[in-house]
């Protein structure tokens, strides 16, 4: 049975994972490979911290060149995170042919391009499905199996940490700050949260779906985001109220063209009213789902556990095993990714926020006096936005001179609403910045 | 660009689908593939009536021979149901060396282990993404991206004309009969239903999925299954009171081997208990959807619909796809499928029914009399079974000397169940069949 040596770099908490796949369960991933694959080398710059897996001999080393210059090392897990140094060490593992398997994915959705040219350069591969939804197959699903499809749309909950706060302040009816802090306890957000609770890492996830289901090349600091912060624990009680969840949701929807002109593509991250009806809006704790719409296939949803060692673990040596029988390479070189070069004609163009359509839930927080109300519906007339639902109570501050009106509109525009909330946000019976937030499902 | 000819046999619902697809959407599909993929003859016993796909002219006949004896035909879609003559024009394909695309569940669950070998001996592939679970892409997940785990369980809805029918019936408080009669009128049961709605056909799909997850050959008819006319208007109203949902549930779950032992296999189609927390207790109408543990990955589900054109036309092209660009091949290689003298030394072996263990509710229709629960709960504490909780109710029947007694037991096996049943069903005060079904989540 033929040897196939693979090198890792990065022994964290999904490092360690994969580690202890590769290396406790050989036989199981022999009898998928038809091959020997043989864990021989993990690069980390702390390499005395014990970690939970039994490890040979000699196998740990603080220098990534020991991986990179051992010519019998085809397969490379590069699994340390960020665009530095990371960027250039994925790029000397191109240059000496090593195949790469990574769940960097703020190093795809920033240097894509750049690593995927490279890696067809020396006619290479670079496996990612651990990048997006950890344990969810969702890489495969849309690059293979819905491969028949014109994608219509993804809605996702992409980041864990978020998921488990918005969660947690519906259940427990609390607000943002202290939910962060009880997360970060329990060791579900990092001490700093930033990139996960601005929906940084959510856009991140989102560029690189939109890549291989839409075929655009953004840049993910271009998708419009709103991070969870926003929330307050109101928000939840009237959403509940109305039939509705509230999750960090990723949308990328396709626009149809009209007559001759181009599909357009609608992005972007925010906090998103989520009908308890769809599988979406049911997704509870640290879980991530996917719902897909395919032309074809109709709606599909996948759901797993979106982080965390053993998850994740799993999608990359999924993603070895797929790299050593051949797979990858195959999707590899038929997606071309992010091939500029390669862009079909009629390919689709990023939709301008404010063109995007939707509904919409509005909390306008008021002086209580008659009037009020007749002033901020003629605001949203005038700028053509029609009312679905109103439920107007009093506000739960102490102020009570104050009451809540929860506006749910009917189909308008991104733009139409951003202008009419200016307008509302600047008039003196409004006491407080009003809350926006989409409705889906 | 090469040109790929695609033959079609079987030209009803789903060759339909795949028609449009293959003819429609060729740019689409020469994209995905890099070649120019070309479908040049269908075949089918009736070629004059009218389907809703423009063709091009001379494609139709109704000599399954003009697929077989061009030899540039590589590719054959073989969309036609059935264990005769079906099975023939499969091998006679195979020994013309066509790889095959099929959809047809019932062929592979009865002669799986002979078409494998044929195609294996002539180097050709067998894709069957189609066969379980229509556009959900159930078999890629198990085969491919869980390849690093070990399967503990599947639980899965798998025939979306019995899930209509228990939809509704929850839905609309009624009973069977009129369900099943309704759904017939809508086009969603066949005017012979016995394969849907006796379990058969959720059967066959379990015994493809237990294949590829588990690695054990199973006849399908081996499987213990009941069939979704036991199940009664009441027993929704109680499901729903105790926060479950009736599903007809293929399970199929790891029972780890103590010590040296192996480990066994217990498979089971039968109206479960679905408790409405989990994601499979909120699947409606003729949706499809499938739960996967797998010791790395946890849970992860995946849902759509499970029929239909185009949907299962979505699964089927994909694997034509990835039949033309090799990774079919790849994949059929590398599990080795239904290959008997691989099966590796400590395989599973499936465990006896009446060893399985499980939650059960019951529902006792019995003499409204005093001491009547103290000899149904007599019978059960003899027999080793714990009652969890119990409901006492007037009966619906008109009959008002009768009190139904629902009873949710604790963990036991179905041999003790199926035994105190055996015993309380010859009580003189039990007045009809005691309903049994499992609880799952």
């Known amino acids: 049975m033929e040897t196939i040596k693979v090198g890792l770099i990065g022994f964290g908490t999904i490092g360690t994972g994969v580690a202890r796949l590769l290396l406790e369960q050989a036989k199981r991933i022999s009898l998928k490979t038809g091959k ?5 080398k993990i690069a980390d710059t702390d390499v005395t911290r014990p970690r939970n897996v039994k490890l040979p001999k000699g196998i740990l080393t603080t220098d ?12 490379v897990v590069q699994l340390i995170g960020g665009t530095g140094i990371e960027r250039e060490i994925m790029l000397e593992m191109l240059a000496a042919g090593k195949n790469i398997v990574t769940a960097n994915k703020a190093l795809l959705a920033t240097c894509g391009e750049e690593i995927f040219n490279a890696a067809r350069k020396k006619g290479c591969s670079v496996a990612f499905e651990a990048a997006v939804g950890g344990g969810i197959p969702i ?3 849309i690059s293979e199996s819905l491969a028949a499809n014109e994608i219509q749309s993804i809605h996702a909950i992409l980041n864990g940490t978020c998921n488990f706060i918005l969660s947690n ?65 109101v928000d939840f009680r009237y959403a ?37 009806k769809s599988p979406l809006g049911e997704v509870k704790g640290a879980f991530n789902a996917v719902s897909v719409m395919g032309d074809a296939v109709g709606h599909s949803f ?13 999608a990359v040596v999924a993603d070895v095993i797929d790299t050593i029988v051949g797979r990858t390479k195959i999707t590899f070189q038929t997606l071309d990714l992010f091939d500029q070069e390669k862009l079909p004609a009629d390919g689709i163009a990023l939709a301008a926020p404010e063109d995007t359509t939707g509904r919409y839930y509005l909390r306008v927080t008021v002086e209580d006096r008659a009037g009020v109300m007749a002033e901020i519906a003629d605001v949203l007339g005038k700028a053509g936005i029609s009312i679905a639902s109103l439920i107007q109570e009093d506000s739960a501050e102490q102020n009570a001179k104050r009451v809540s009106l929860i506006i749910m509109t009917h189909e308008t525009t991104e733009g139409a609403v951003s202008n009419a909330i200016a307008q509302i946000n600047k008039m003196k019976c409004v006491k407080t910045r009003t809350m926006k937030m989409r409705i889906y499902g």
Do not use: C
């Open 139 to 141: 890489i495969a699903a």
């Open 169 to 233: 302040m519906e259940e427990n009816g609390s607000d943002y700050a202290p939910t962060l802090a009880e997360a970060q306890r329990l060791g579900f957000a990092e001490a700093n949260p930033a990139m996960d609770v601005e929906g940084s890492d959510t856009a991140q996830k989102l560029a690189i779906l939109s890549h291989i289901a839409f075929g655009v090349r953004v840049n993910w600091k271009n998708i419009p985001k709103v991070g969870i912060e926003t929330v307050s624990g």
């Open 36 to 40: 020997n694959v043989k864990l021989v």
């Open 240 to 276: 509940k109220l109305l039939g509705y969840s509230i999750k960090l949701l990723a949308t990328a929807r396709r626009i149809k063209g009209k007559r001759s002109e181009h599909d357009k593509l609608e992005l972007s991250v925010s906090p998103t009213l989520v009908s308890r």
């Open 64 to 75: 990534y060149h020991d991986i990179l210059n051992d010519p019998e090392i085809s397969v």
């Open 302 to 314: 996948y759901y797993g556990l979106g982080a965390g060692e053993m998850p994740t673990a799993s």
